[in-house]
């Protein structure tokens, strides 16, 4: 288990307090310095935004894995969960932007989508480094984190 239980609550009224002082990419950018800087299984944490069937990178931190900022959903982990509407945990081998983690040091990927009304606006991606996998409680949690930025994917 990644995220402990009593870790939730403070963490996620922290998330709140980023999202109530910042808006759009400043609040993405942050959202992930924090989640970075609270969990420390965490090696790199961005927010994608879709617009139609490509994706683009709205903010993130830590150890840059994707170089690409933006591109083409298709074939990715991102498509996958754009088009499920459920989280995807992925450990290793694989390859390609999105898919599960292929970059040195990366042990495993959480993407989780934002959703706003029924569609699905963006994800939010979680690496770890740790031998010790990303899980369903970091799945749950980042899901809270994605509801909490799911109102900010719609502001210019």
Partial sequence: MTVHPRQVTPSLLQVDNVLGRLTGAEASAEVCRFLLGEFREYRWAGVYRFDGPRFRLDGFDGVPTDPLMEGPTEGTQLERVRTTGRPEIAAPPASGVGAAPNSVGVQSRVTVPIQ?????????????????????????????????????????
């Fill in 116 to 156: 706003i009304g029924s569609a699905i606006d963006g994800a939010i991606v979680v690496e770890s480094a740790s031998f010790h996998p990303l899980d369903d409680s970091d799945a749950r949690f980042l899901g809270q984190v994605a509801q909490r930025l799911a109102p900010g994917l719609t502001r210019p």
